[in-house]
């Protein structure tokens, strides 16, 4: 029974952490605006940024590891290896969720000396949708960790008490 719980507590772990890291690609992917002032038309989108396009990328690999994760047979012997998986996976997600979160502060605050303007009082749908997928994006990284202290209390542990 209790083995039984442990493997659905994974499960549905890994599950949010997969919708988390999809949610954080979808509303990335669709965050576009287009704003006029005057002669000049700004069209606000995630991929003229390389920290958001990078952001996409990683959380979209998440999403595939962790949908394949979930078909893993618990008799399995790769799940020595998720753990590793799991560990880099987390790295990736924080790397990418510094990365973009580096760039939409200055999107909605500016830099003053660099020169650089905020850009969120003209499109202020967009910086919100990013802020959106932002969140998502630090939901899975912290059900990441999570399921990385668990893959590690549940599958290296009992490898650890078999040697003793």
Same mark, same amino acid.
């Given at each position: 029974?209790?083995?039984?719980?442990?493997?659905?507590?994974?499960?549905?772990?890994?599950?949010?952490?997969?919708?988390?890291?999809?949610?954080?690609?979808?509303?990335?992917?669709?965050?576009?605006?287009?704003?006029?002032?005057?002669?000049?038309?700004?069209?606000?989108? /995630?991929?003229?940024?390389?920290?958001?396009? /990078?952001?996409?990328?990683?959380?979209?690999?998440?999403?595939?590891?962790?949908?394949?994760?979930?078909?893993?047979?618990?008799?399995? &012997?790769?799940?020595?290896?998720?753990?590793?998986?799991?560990?880099?996976?987390?790295?990736?997600?924080?790397?990418?969720?510094?990365?973009?979160?580096?760039?939409?502060?200055?999107?909605?605050?500016?830099?003053?000396?660099?020169?650089?303007?905020?850009?969120?009082?003209?499109?202020?749908?967009?910086?919100?949708?990013?802020?959106?997928?932002?969140?998502?994006?630090?939901?899975? &990284?912290?059900?990441?960790?999570? &399921?990385?202290?668990?893959?590690?209390?549940?599958?290296?542990?009992?490898?650890?008490?078999?040697?003793?």
């Amino acid at each position: 029974m209790v083995k039984l719980t442990q493997r659905l507590g994974g499960l549905v772990l890994r599950f949010a952490a997969f919708c988390a890291a999809l949610g954080a690609v979808i509303a990335m992917v669709t965050s576009r605006e287009r704003s006029s002032f005057f002669v000049l038309s700004l069209v606000a989108k /995630y991929s003229d940024l390389a920290a958001f396009k /990078y952001f996409v990328i990683a959380n979209a690999i998440v999403s595939v590891y962790s949908f394949l994760v979930l078909f893993l047979p618990k008799e399995s &012997l790769l799940w020595k290896f998720v753990v590793v998986l799991d560990l880099m996976v987390t790295m990736l997600l924080t790397s990418s969720l510094s990365a973009a979160v580096a760039v939409a502060q200055v999107g909605k605050r500016g830099n003053a000396n660099a020169g650089w303007l905020p850009i969120c009082g003209q499109v202020p749908r967009f910086c919100d949708q990013i802020t959106g997928a932002l969140i998502a994006g630090l939901v899975a &990284l912290v059900l990441y960790v999570f &399921l990385l202290i668990f893959s590690i209390h549940h599958v290296v542990d009992p490898f650890l008490l078999r040697k003793s």
